[in-house]
């Protein structure tokens, strides 16, 4: 079969994600054969760069022959078990990795990112309501946040476009400013922006704090909003405002974890540890869905009772999956065998010599990057501006899905240099040829 045939069928059984489906009129489906390290492959033998990890949870490539092994050898031994009353090797070593790698513990899973957060927004609340105080049930998120959209963390989000449609449905929840360094003043530092954000924050606990459960925050950069990054002194102050007003912390790193901005965990570039902390996409290595709550053992306490229902009474089919407990052992094995946090460093800093051309690029405004994230607003970007240049860049091998004006990188941590620079070739040429 071709590319052609699978596309119709597709389109006639399948309705994608974040997409208007009459789009694919004018824009083609790419149906993918199989993929390997960084590239996809397609029916009619075209290759294509998976620039952005396939939607960001991809770390060390498609296809990976140790993540492959271990997988294999698990499914010999026990595919899945409910988690309820029954407990299984990989779950039990990966609770154990993850509380030692977060100084966080009893890891709570679901298994996608959106199902984390409804957990750590239920969590909060709950531990507010059985510590006697029930009046602090209001969320607080930064403007342009992205947390997921299930009805829960929709109201924490602030994005227009997938909010507005559902607002009748979702509760009306306050944003404070974003620390994003390109909103500071001509002259104002980032640390100095990031300060300023502070100030507002605090002002608004100060009048608030007994209203409110918690305030999500995606640490150094918020992705969705456009790979908007902010200095860790945000954090540090955020963390000592908590503190202050008795408001949780909860740090969705559900995009930013896993080595993403070249710590493990974002949160540790401030030194700090959340009340609860989210983590989901990269951590199977972009295999098997699977998410995790970690929080202190001050939250633990307070569900731990002999009333049932003090305690956590969530649950999802698919809590602690076995295979996609097994898909994270193997990544955190990757993570250690290779040093990658450090080989990263390294790697970021070649490419960022060889995205030189980029940076100097006339339409090129803000170039910025943290850790393996690389980002640039687009000067004269209209508003079908990511449409097209994502349409330009599979032309050139190139998977590449801009947010609005912003066109960023997102790659798997296994992309070679010259892998890199065909990607940067072929980015000059979309852009040039996205007018
Ligand atoms: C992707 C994302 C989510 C939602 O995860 P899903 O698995 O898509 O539900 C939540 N928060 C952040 C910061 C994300 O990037």
Request: aromatic share 10%; with cysteine; net charge negative.
């Amino acid at each position: 079969m071709k590319n052609e045939d699978w596309l119709r069928r597709s389109l006639a059984a399948v309705w994608h994600p974040c997409t208007q489906m009459k789009l694919h009129e004018r824009f083609p489906l790419v149906p993918v054969r199989r993929a390997s390290g960084v590239w996809l492959y397609d029916f009619d033998g075209r290759r294509y760069l998976d620039a952005v990890s396939s939607w960001w949870v991809n770390l060390f490539g498609h296809a990976n022959p140790r993540i492959n092994a271990a997988l294999r050898e698990q499914l010999e031994e026990l595919e899945h078990v409910m988690l309820a009353g029954f407990t299984h090797e990989p779950v039990v070593r990966l609770s154990e990795r993850l509380a030692g790698l977060s100084g966080l513990g009893h890891c709570f899973y679901a298994s996608d990112g959106a199902s984390a957060v409804e957990v750590a927004l239920k969590m909060s609340f709950h531990y507010w309501r059985n510590s006697g105080r029930p009046r602090k049930r209001r969320y607080l998120s930064l403007a342009g946040s992205y947390h997921g959209e299930t009805v829960g963390a929709l109201a924490v989000t602030d994005v227009a476009l997938f909010k507005d449609a559902y607002a009748p449905l979702l509760r009306v929840e306050a944003t404070v400013p974003s620390p994003d360094w390109r909103r500071a003043a001509p002259g104002e530092s980032a640390a100095d922006y990031a300060e300023r954000c502070a100030q507002v924050l605090e002002a608004y606990l100060a009048q608030h704090h007994e209203e409110l459960a918690a305030f999500i925050v995606e640490p150094l950069v918020q992705c969705a909003a456009g790979m908007a990054m902010y200095d860790p002194l945000y954090l540090r102050r955020v963390r000592e405002l908590c503190d202050r007003y008795e408001v949780h912390l909860i740090a969705d790193e559900i995009a930013v974890g896993c080595g993403r901005t070249g710590t493990f965990l974002a949160c540790e570039q401030a030194g700090i540890k959340p009340d609860f902390l989210c983590l989901s996409k990269g951590l199977s290595g972009g295999y098997l869905p699977l998410s995790v709550v970690l929080s202190t053992d001050r939250v633990y306490e307070a569900f731990y009772d002999d009333d049932v229902t003090r305690g956590f009474l969530h649950s999802h089919s698919y809590t602690g999956n076995a295979l996609a407990c097994r898909a994270a052992l193997a990544t955190l094995d990757i993570f250690e065998q290779d040093r990658v946090i450090e080989n990263n460093r390294a790697t970021a800093e070649r490419f960022d010599a060889l995205a030189a051309p980029l940076r100097a690029h006339p339409r090129v405004r803000d170039f910025r990057r943290t850790g393996m994230i690389w980002a640039f607003d687009v000067a004269d970007a209209d508003a079908s501006f990511a449409r097209r240049f994502h349409a330009a860049a599979l032309e050139r091998e190139l998977l590449l899905r801009p947010l609005g004006g912003t066109v960023y990188f997102m790659p798997p941590y296994v992309l070679r240099d010259e892998e890199f620079e065909f990607l940067v070739a072929g980015t000059l040429q979309a852009l040039d040829a996205t007018p």
